[in-house]
């Protein structure tokens, strides 16, 4: 069984003063692959100089040097895959959903490829999703019963029939992993405060992006772009190179 370990980052807002973007990411490991997670995290503590056991967030991690390495030491981890979609906000008309409609949004397309990966492994996955404000589990299942019953591109029999769920990365530490590669993600596209992205991290991840195939494109699988037109195309060129 595949299991998704899913965080955001950037504002699901889109006023003027909300991020560009907004990024909803999965990292996907087997479940014969659980310990790793433990080992990278127990690691990547030592390495930044951080209490065993201790909470490891990306917006507790200030060092831009600390930060490149946590993207490319999960970079490096072959037993996981990064599903992340990129929401371009301001190439978008979304004026008219509000933050609980912009997250349900990306979760849609985020489901979709989920399931196409256990398609082509021939496993179920199952998916939890990183707690936020204002978002309860009943809306998560009143939402999954209106995608049921919506023309998707879901395989929903190669997701969990028993849905989501929803918990604290302080709680479960698999979310914690979800956090640094949405993190990560999402500082390769929003501007920090001086007004600078960092592709590098994204660049970092890039290995662990999930493709259908070797020579499949990564926009088609594992880093959803949209809107993904000659606009947005010209705007992130550097996305060609992951």
Known sequence: MLHAYIDESGERGHGNLASDHFVLSASVVRDSNFDNIEVTLASLRT???????????????????????IARTL????????????ACKRHLFVGQLNE????????????????WMG???????????????????SDLREYETKLRGMPTEIDWRWLDPAGGTIDQPQRLEPLQLADLVASATGAAFNADSFGNVETRYLIELGPRLYRQSPDSAVTSYGLKMHPWTGTTKAAYPWIATL
């Open 47 to 69: 390495d930044l100089n951080r209490a065993a056991g201790s909470y490891v967030a990306w917006k507790n991690i200030r060092s831009h040097s600390q930060r490149l390495h």
């Open 75 to 86: 970079g490096r981890q072959g037993w996981m895959k990064v599903v992340s979609v990129v």
């Open 100 to 115: 609980s409609q912009m997250y349900l949004y990306q979760l849609r397309f985020l489901l979709e490829r989920l399931s």
């Open 119 to 137: 398609r082509k492994h021939r496993e179920v996955v199952s998916y939890t999703v990183a707690h936020i404000i204002r978002f309860k589990l």
